[in-house]
């Protein structure tokens, strides 16, 4: 009998990796990208996105071992001695970013302590990876002989996924209670709620995900003016006017800290930005694959 449980325990086990590792196919097709319920939005425009695949879980601590360990690849976080890391009672100080007071500066913070030096990811084997920067996630998806999605594909793939009810975001009044109805205060083993209508775990809530784009403050304006290559990201360079002197790019689908009164970034057609040299406890990633 000990011998079955032991033998089902690994099959379970080395069904969920493969699992990890599947890509969905996303059949092409026309959408518009935006939306009206955004007041300050930049303008719709519509696309033609042609077929790719995606990952159906965003990209897991363990997965991200198995890269590091056979590529002694070191992330930006680890080069650089630490990273940001969420504390809902931190006030400003030195350590903190201005107008987001919650986030601290901790030495020792990366992907294999996510909370700091002391921490570690053991028992959070499925838990998706963070505290990586977007020259990380694309050294990983390059590892693959894939890339990360552009912010038209991923949106094209989350509003086709359909809006799961229930995801992995901050419950109550953010950043001051959060009653985690949801079974989680932090991240959630991906694949913890029910999939979309494609297949796909995770696009709202859970972690923010990279995508491919630099980030541009007018690169729907542009879009509406040219035609779009759902491959490639929309314009070539970055604008942002909160940050000009330093590169940022698009980040998709919420996290576990968005809330109701805060950033709603888990609806689908919210488009936010993250520096390019900064790593934080709720930003990891998923790669696509072309046709």
């Given at each position: 009998m000990g011998r079955l449980v032991l033998f089902l325990f690994f099959c379970s086990a080395t069904?969920?990796?493969q699992q990890q590792n599947d890509l969905i196919r996303i059949k092409g097709g026309r959408i518009t990208i935006g939306t009206v319920e955004q007041p300050d939005a930049q303008p719709l425009f519509d696309v033609h996105v042609t077929h790719f695949r995606m990952q159906r879980y965003e990209v897991t601590n363990a997965q991200f071992s198995d890269f590091v360990i056979k590529t002694g690849?070191?992330?930006?976080?680890?080069?650089?001695?630490?990273?940001?890391?969420?504390?809902p009672s931190l006030r400003n100080d030195s350590t903190t970013l201005i107008d987001a007071p919650w986030w601290r500066y901790t030495q020792g913070a990366n992907w294999k302590h996510p909370e700091g030096i002391a921490s570690d990811i053991a028992g959070k084997e499925n838990h998706p990876v963070v505290h990586i920067a977007y020259e990380d996630a694309c050294s990983?998806?390059?590892?693959?002989?894939?890339?990360?999605?552009?912010e038209v594909e991923?949106?094209?793939?989350?509003?086709k996924n359909g809006n799961e009810v229930l995801k992995n975001i901050w419950q109550g009044s953010f950043p001051e209670y959060n009653s985690a109805e949801d079974g989680f205060e932090r991240t959630a083993p991906v694949g913890s709620f029910l999939a979309g209508k494609l297949g796909l775990f995770d696009m709202p809530g859970n972690v923010w995900e990279w995508?491919?784009?630099p980030y541009h403050q007018h690169a729907y304006t542009f879009a509406k003016k040219w035609k779009v290559d759902s491959s490639q990201p929309l314009v070539p360079n970055y604008f942002d006017?909160?940050?000009p002197h330093e590169e940022t790019r698009v980040i998709r689908g919420g996290s576990f800290l968005c809330a109701e009164n805060y950033c709603k970034g888990y609806e689908p057609a919210q488009r936010m930005r993250s520096s390019v040299k900064m790593t934080f406890s709720h930003i990891g990633f998923r790669c696509v694959k072309g046709k």
């Open positions: 069904c969920f990796a690849y070191r992330t930006r976080a680890e080069r650089n001695g630490g990273s940001y890391v969420f504390d990983y998806c390059e590892w693959l002989g894939m890339r990360l999605p552009t991923w949106e094209y793939a989350a509003k995508c491919r784009d006017e909160q940050s």
